[in-house]
T-cell receptor, first 114, second 113 residues
């Protein structure tokens, strides 16, 4: 029962490099989210998806792209990394059912851009 | 999305009851109140949710007055392991909504021995 799994856990990038963060969930959830968390701050929503093949912008989408080709996976891409994107990235998923608002979070990816 | 306001930090001692209050003055009719807990280097973890009056589970209680403009998370007899950041969120429950979770800065609870 893995829940939400993020890959990789740590990464160091040079400015201008690209990378993709993978989020996988095994709970058959419709909704998936990508957040970033800077030191001492709350989480900020980057992009989210309400189902396979759909994506939408969140609060801080600039510099990121996402794709949801399979229901269980949500990918976050950085095309040209910048030092301002140094952060901890969290993926989450939640169901659409009823009145349950609970979201499940991954363990995070710590990204450093130098 | 309704904005929430909560204290930046709180200190408590082991064995005490801790109450963290959150204000959400512009909460909408279809909004639920949800609390998450986050330990360092971990993702947030759902604690409790409610709509009105009182909700209790094995971890905490949530008190919501009739006007729903505020809520109080109550943690009974805290221990050192309850030291964490606690987030209050207002989440819309409606058909087709994306249920975006908007996190503020949260309340840093420090439990002292």
């Amino acid at each position: 029962n893995a829940g939400v799994t993020q890959t990789p856990k740590f990464r160091v990038l040079k400015t201008g490099q690209s990378m993709t963060l993978l989020c996988a969930q095994d709970m058959n959830h419709e909704y998936m989210y990508w957040y970033r968390q800077d030191p001492g701050m709350g989480l900020r929503l980057i992009h989210y998806s309400v189902g396979e093949g759909t994506t939408a912008k969140g609060e801080v989408p600039d510099g990121y792209n996402v794709s949801r080709l399979k229901k269980q996976n949500f990918l976050l891409g950085l095309e040209s990394a910048a030092p301002s994107q140094t952060s901890v990235y969290f993926c989450a998923s939640s169901s659409t059912g009823g009145l349950n608002t609970e979201a499940f979070f991954g363990q995070g990816t710590r990204l450093t851009v130098v | 999305l309704a904005k929430t306001t909560q204290p930046i930090s709180m200190d408590s001692y082991e064995g005490q009851e801790v109450n963290i209050t959150c204000s959400h003055n512009n909460i909408a009719t279809n909004d639920y109140i949800t609390w998450y807990q986050q330990f360092p280097s971990q993702g947030p973890r759902f604690i409790i949710q409610g709509y009105k009056t009182k909700v209790t589970n094995e971890v905490a209680s949530l008190f919501i007055p009739a006007d729903r403009k505020s809520s109080t998370l109550s943690l009974p007899r805290v221990s050192l392991s309850d030291t964490a950041v606690y987030y209050c969120l207002v989440v819309p429950i409606s058909s087709g909504s994306a249920r975006q979770l908007t996190f503020g800065s949260g309340t840093q609870l420090t439990v002292l021995p």
